[in-house]
């Protein structure tokens, strides 16, 4: 989903509506988080992995060495524990 798309899907909502993203193992949390990064696309194939990672991670783990899979820029919308309220 691209910036333009998940502005449309919004903006049929009410601006008051809260959003929530799925809890690590159950429930949901308030997003307390967005953060651009790059992201390398298709680099996971074990189900339990996001499919995607991060341009940064790939390269500090080495997962990716074929050079051919460009980095694209995107949004990481989630709920990081180091902002919680809790």
């Known amino acids: 989903m691209t910036v333009k ?4 899907q919004l903006s049929k909502l009410n601006p008051e509506t809260r959003v929530f993203v799925r809890g690590y193992e159950a429930g949901y ?3 307390n988080s967005i953060e651009e990064t790059q992201m390398v696309l298709n680099v ?5 992995y996001g499919k995607h990672e991060t341009l940064e991670n790939e390269q500090k783990t080495g997962a990716v060495l074929n050079k051919t899979k460009p980095s694209i820029e995107g949004i990481i919308i989630s ?3 180091n902002n919680s309220t809790r």
């Open 79 to 81: 709920y990081n524990e």
């Open 44 to 48: 996971n194939s074990v189900w339990y």
């Open 5 to 8: 798309e998940l502005i449309e």
């Open 29 to 31: 949390d308030d997003i």
